[in-house]
């Protein structure tokens, strides 16, 4: 058994950490205290529709030459082309 000033007795191998209460407390507080911005994620990604996407290209030079070596080598990755994609596409945070 190991003793601590802030934690009263835990057993040794016994995982530290909030239980499953505390935790969902904290989850639910937080999504409370910082509501996920939804409304303003749409309404951004209706204005960016306005603007015309980057070439192909100038997006692969952004990727390290050392990352796609090892893309092309674990997966064969291959780049083909550049799409606008939906809001509705992307996961929310709940």
């Known amino acids: 058994m190991v003793i601590s000033e802030t934690v009263e007795a835990v057993d040794v191998g016994a995982p530290i950490g909030p239980g499953e209460a505390e935790e969902s407390a904290f989850l639910a507080e937080q999504c409370q205290a910082n509501p996920t911005p939804s409304a303003g994620i749409a309404s951004a990604a209706s204005e960016e529709q306005n603007f015309p996407l980057p070439p192909m290209d100038d997006l692969i030079q952004l990727i390290p030459a050392g990352t796609r070596e090892i893309m092309d080598q674990l997966f064969r990755a291959k780049f083909i082309t ?12 709940n």
Request: proline letters at 8%.
């Open 82 to 93: 550049v799409r606008r994609m939906p809001v509705a596409a992307f996961k929310t945070q």
